[in-house]
């Protein structure tokens, strides 16, 4: 474990974290010094793995399935993790997928799937998480805010993605969620944020990245000349869960190496 642990004494639990994003989220809470239900669907042994590299490094953490898009096994989720924790602190609303598809040949299923997973799964977390935080309020000697809610959203909450139309109205749509929910809780001193990451080196994107002609072609929108790593969103997460940015509300913090700089635009225009 780090020797800097902001978020010791805290419980966490990070949807998703059985990959990418979210396994290096959980492995970074858990380094600042929170305890860390890793939930996961569908993928015991990868969740598994990462549980054991935090024991490995002394930290606290335990697997937990659950589907986020669905009710029954999000409340379930909630309930075993106040048994296993007594309560929770921190919530970071990961778990995504992509559909894609041209627009026209877009099926429903295709549609609903990543609007149930990204955003009416964000919505069933952390009003859960939002409930316990309401619950036990502010334990000062714990953090100053009563409970942290992060929302992994994306650069495409503001940059319009062809072929890929249920995946932005996802995030666009989290964007607003986010806002909205922040503006509700925070007299309750629940601080709620969002991450944007641009490109990340994760299983969501591999054909983006994986061949060196792939690679070359993404870099064209990345001003910073280096596709992000799951580590650079996982210490943004780390201080937006701290009590560092105690007085961030509502806001999306971009990680994403200037991608939403208009890039085209350094040489056209
Ligand atoms: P990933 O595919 O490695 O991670 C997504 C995780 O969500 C997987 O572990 C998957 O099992 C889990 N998941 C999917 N459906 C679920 C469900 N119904 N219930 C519970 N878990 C479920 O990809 P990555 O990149 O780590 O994605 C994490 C988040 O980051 C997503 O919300 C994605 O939209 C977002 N993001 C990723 C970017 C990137 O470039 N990799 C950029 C911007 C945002
Ligand atoms: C998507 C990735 C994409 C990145 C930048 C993310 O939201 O999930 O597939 O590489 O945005 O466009």
Aim: glycine share 10%; charged share 15%.
């Amino acid at each position: 474990m780090a020797d800097y642990q902001p978020l010791k004494g805290q419980k966490a639990l990070v949807t998703g974290a059985s990959s990418g994003i979210g396994a290096a989220v959980a492995k970074a809470l858990a380094g600042a010094g929170a305890a860390v239900v890793v939930n996961y669907v569908g993928n015991p042994a990868s969740a598994r793995q990462v549980v054991s590299e935090i024991h490995s490094a002394n930290g606290v953490a335990v697997a937990l399935e659950a589907d986020v898009s669905q009710e029954t096994q999000v409340l379930a989720m909630f309930d075993a993790a106040r048994r296993e924790f007594g309560t929770l602190d921190i919530l970071v609303n990961n778990a995504g997928i992509q559909r894609d598809s041209a627009f026209t040949q877009m099926t429903l299923d295709q549609w609903n799937q990543v609007i149930a997973t990204n955003l009416t799964g964000y919505f069933l977390c952390a009003r859960e998480a939002a409930r316990e935080f309401l619950r036990r309020g502010v334990v000062p000697s714990v953090s100053k805010a009563a409970g942290k809610i992060i929302c992994m959203s994306s650069v495409h909450q503001v940059i319009p993605w062809a072929g890929h139309v249920n995946y932005a109205a996802s995030k666009g749509g989290i964007m607003m969620f986010m806002e909205s929910i922040a503006q509700e809780l925070a007299p309750h001193r629940i601080r709620v944020n969002s991450i944007a990451p641009g490109a990340i080196k994760t299983p969501i994107n591999r054909a983006a990245w994986e061949t060196p002609e792939a690679e070359a072609k993404l870099l064209e929108l990345i001003p910073y000349g280096r596709v992000g790593l799951p580590e650079d969103i996982a210490r943004a997460a780390v201080w937006l869960a701290s009590d560092e940015s105690d007085y961030v509300v509502g806001t999306t913090l971009f990680v994403d190496g200037g991608m939403c700089l208009y890039p085209g635009f350094a040489t056209g225009g």
